[in-house]
């Protein structure tokens, strides 16, 4: 499991997360068996669902009225597009029509929400960093949200994988 002393903010998580699940869309591109497709999307999934529930349940309510409304309001509904394509995944196989369109679809989407939180300057990020909630003490309640979704997913037999280390960066 990982320690919240990896991440050296709650930004820092979050980047941590994006990067996991860019890597695992990497590994679903290089994917040649529909077992290994499925293994990855449901891993995907996972990831996902777990991310955006830390984000709207701790993350976004935290700048609400710091940052910019418009930048919060569209991460939501960036969030509902993702969560449709989730739940056809979910409800889908390798096989079905359009399985693999899905997944990129998805991966595009995620790519886009990533860069306008991640944005230099004027991304929710920056934003957040000009604020005076504190990161750390955000970290913290989210890491711990994360660690319970986690043994959730793991009780109900979902393959989620274990957070890893990462090398820790200016956020």
Known sequence: MADKAEFTDAIALLKA???????LFESFEKARTDSTKQKLVSEICTELKIHTMIEEEIFYPAF???????TLDEAYVEHDGAKV?????ENSEPSADFYDAKVSVLSEEIKHHVHEEEM???????QCRKTDVD?????????????ELLAQAKADGL???KPHAVNLVAA
């Open 17 to 23: 997360d994006h990067r996991k699940v860019e890597a």
């Open 120 to 126: 230099p300057a004027e991304g929710m990020f920056a």
């Open 64 to 70: 609400r009225g710091k940052i910019e409304d418009d």
């Open 159 to 161: 393959p989620a994988a």
């Open 85 to 89: 394509l989730i739940n056809d995944l």
């Open 135 to 147: 990161l750390v003490a955000l970290r913290d309640t989210m890491m711990a949200r994360k660690q």
